[in-house]
């Protein structure tokens, strides 16, 4: 997979088709991912423009006022922003197949898990500025803590998926940081994750590899681990990777 | 309006009866007054528990794991927390009328309008524990600042309200915060803020409160401005509110 991220100097693309979306991404952005595999779920054809976030288009800022990804461009000049506004967005515009239960209780339950998942992913942004195992293995703790409602309502639900047989919005939305911790501990050997108290999780994480919105977007850990190295490095380089 | 306020020592309440709700509430909170507009505004007959803050009852931590409110308790030991997915709950399970708009563009702008409240609503804490003017007086332009997107989409949408000719979840979401302004205005006389700048704003205040949702629950701003005051001062009492 080789991406071209769009840059300063670099054309604003065609206007939008009409009844076309267009997804403004980077290929390594966690974020970014939650609306790719929402459209990848639901099958919705679109376009993908990759933004070089070091070095960006001087026309981005007028796609999304802080010129960040995700953005969803739903018309000409119509433009969605926030990865689980788009994410919804997605979900009502093109209801099939749903994706968040269909109860409003177990709804309720999983969008209260979705808040909480911040506590999990906000290490995330420590770990990928580290430069030291140190300061990886100072989070371990806390995202395992984190994680226990997690573990705890797999447990509980019995499925293997938070949102059933198959996985629903919950599911993709907190996918792409299960994705990377794999790439986390191949750079970091030394650290001792409490892996045995998390069989429900590890099973889930198997499971969604083979979830085919997942495969459409998942990255090898080694891919992910370059990436993150080299922007905690500081030596990412976006016409190559 | 007298509101006896639970407290240590009290019984918990009578089982739930089949097909009621019960909102764990208090009074004079604005997170609480949400899940109010909406149960008003959709006309749900429910019971509605007070609970004191500062003395809470033993039971309490077992309906909501931080002993906060709101809590709306929607089964025997099911309980629905936060405000927004309470919100976002009773709207599923009671449909009408629909409070979110019906384009899910609209409505995921309103959203994102709604994350971006925070920047308001965040001064309003510090308010509450001011005991001197002058941090009062610090936060007036940044909350301006924040209050520009809302001012800005009145005047573009055209309508009395966000959600059209008729309040919608964004406009009862935001609501509490408006009511309690006027009282923050009356205690602090000489708090010079814009008013002129925010026409859609102050026209969109009176019109709220002609709402009947509105007017179920909304507090003068000499009772706001009294609680306000005796919790910055420490001298709050629940059996004297």
């Known amino acids: 997979m080789s991406v071209r991220f769009l840059q300063k100097g670099d054309p604003r693309p065609a206007p939008l088709q009409a009844g076309k979306v267009r997804l403004y991404s980077m290929l390594f952005c966690p974020y970014a991912q939650r609306p790719r595999l929402v459209l990848a779920a639901k099958g919705i054809s679109y376009d993908e423009v990759d933004i070089n976030l070091q070095n960006k288009p001087e026309w981005y800022s007028s796609v999304h006022p802080e010129a960040k990804v995700p953005a969803l461009e739903v018309g000409r000049g119509r433009v969605v922003i926030e990865s ?81 047989e198959r996985p629903g919005m919950l599911d993709y939305m907190i996918w792409p940081w299960a994705e990377r911790c794999e790439a986390i501990r191949t750079m970091y050997p ?38 993150i190295r080299k922007f905690a490095e500081g030596t990412l380089d976006y016409n190559d990777l």
């Open 84 to 164: 689980l506004d788009i994410a919804e967005y997605l979900d009502s515009k093109f209801p099939e197949p749903p994706l968040w239960p269909a109860d409003p209780e177990t709804k309720a339950r999983h969008k209260l898990l979705l808040d909480q998942f911040e506590k999990v992913y906000m290490p995330y942004v420590q770990c990928m500025r580290a430069t030291e195992p140190q300061t990886v293995m100072e989070v371990v703790p806390t995202v395992a803590a984190a994680m226990r409602p997690f573990e705890d309502k797999l447990a509980e639900n019995g499925h293997k998926f938070f949102g059933g």
């Open 190 to 227: 030394q650290l001792k994750f409490p892996t045995e108290e998390f069989p429900q999780l590890l099973a889930w994480g198997e499971a969604m590899k083979e979830d085919p919105a997942v495969r459409a977007s998942i990255m090898k850990p080694e891919r992910h681990a370059d990436f």
